[in-house]
């Protein structure tokens, strides 16, 4: 039995993907289940996803890709994030769509599904201003050109960036961005380049920029209930935290006013007080850097956490009288007690980097 216990609401997933699509009416979804798919579960958020209507999948790495195929998935999966060693024949073998950044790894996808006998299907994606991944707009012409000249090996079936700054809504590097994009899509329309697919929109974009729908939108955290963006209306556009992360009070004892708490007592009572202790800590997920600076729920009540966050466990200041006793679940992450927001503030980080966390070192029980 692990100390931190992490449950995933997969109903919640797919009820955030109905939504997600609502907001974009005249484009697919592309649900993005990359890094393990944001700590919920791969191959669980993946089918719970295609429950709530995601046309796409979306993983960067391509043993996700693999892994979706494994589990049964037989729809459109896009993969986008490697170099030239890309393993091209078992994902065009399976079925996956590929991206192409360079004119070295389309050579790789080129000769791989020769080698298969299959025709590769490859968004082309545009470094359009985030200087990651992408072929820059200079470099378009000729990387289109060479897959034009092995069309019997590839075919362009999309083409792609990533906005930077659609966190911000207003910021100029975002319709700076959608400029560059446009362009490439004038580069590949001049050369007859016949695209199914056109995106750009992640989360925030999908939120707030239907401008930039275009053909597919790639929501990633907001699937997760997680919006990237203040809601105007104050009701987080609908979306529900899928993750609740909780683990419990194996003791509770009296102490005086002074005592000094954990290693190094950056905590000192305040007062006579009674003290929990949790069997979690950074081992688990927990931030190290949580100590007197991130709450955890008992009971509905909100406490603080005490000192420093030791490998293991930390230590809650409960409070004089308080009613909480062993066994008393503690909710980390919760609808019962702090969200994911919540710790990324305490701690300094997004909540995106919480939910990897937490998840992403756990066994994961549907809710």
């Not at 580069?187 to 999908?206: D, K, M, P, Q």
């Not at 709450?295 to 005490?306: E, L, Q, T, W, Y």
């Not at 009288?321 to 300094?348: K, L, N, T």
Request: hydrophobic share 45%.
């Amino acid at each position: 039995m692990t100390r931190l216990q992490v449950s995933v609401d997969y109903g919640a997933i797919a009820r955030n993907v109905e939504r997600l699509r609502a907001h974009a009416p005249t484009a697919q979804l592309m649900a993005v289940v990359k890094a393990d798919a944001y700590g919920h579960g791969l191959v669980e958020a993946a089918r719970a996803a295609r429950d709530g209507g995601a046309a796409w999948l979306g993983v960067a790495q391509p043993d996700e890709a693999l892994a979706l195929r494994a589990a049964g998935d037989t729809g459109r999966i896009l993969t986008w994030l490697y170099g030239p060693d890309v393993p091209a024949r078992a994902l065009v073998a399976a079925g996956v769509d590929v991206s192409a950044s360079s004119l070295e790894v389309l050579a790789r996808l080129i000769e791989d599904a020769r080698a298969e006998g299959v025709r590769a299907r490859v968004h082309v994606c545009v470094d359009t201003g985030l200087a990651r991944e992408g072929v820059r707009p200079e470099g378009l012409g000729a990387l289109l050109d060479a897959a034009r000249e092995a069309d019997d090996a590839v075919a362009v079936v999309g083409l792609w960036s990533h906005l930077a700054w659609a966190d911000q809504p207003g910021h100029p590097t975002i319709d700076a961005q959608a400029a560059v994009f446009r362009e490439a899509l004038a580069v590949a329309e001049a050369r007859g380049v016949a695209l199914e697919v056109r995106h750009l929109a992640n989360s925030a974009a999908t939120l707030t920029r239907p401008d930039l729908h275009f053909d597919l939108v790639r929501p990633g955290i907001a699937v997760y209930g997680l919006p990237p963006v203040e809601d105007p209306a104050g009701a987080s556009f609908s979306l529900e935290p899928a993750m609740r992360v909780t683990a419990s009070l194996a003791l509770v004892k009296d102490v005086p006013a002074g005592q000094g708490v954990s290693y190094g007592h950056d905590y000192t009572t305040p007062r006579a007080t009674r003290l929990g202790l949790v069997t979690a800590g950074y081992a688990d997920g927990v931030f190290r850097s949580a100590g007197n600076r991130a709450d955890v729920a008992v009971g509905g009540r909100r406490h603080r956490i005490a000192g420093r966050v030791c490998m293991d466990q930390v230590v809650l200041d409960l409070g004089p009288d308080a009613p909480e006793q062993a066994g008393d679940m503690v909710v980390f992450i919760g609808p019962d007690g702090p969200s994911a927001r919540d710790w990324a503030e305490a701690v300094g980080t997004i909540d995106y980097e919480i939910v990897c966390r937490f998840g992403g070192l756990k066994e994961k029980r549907q809710a």
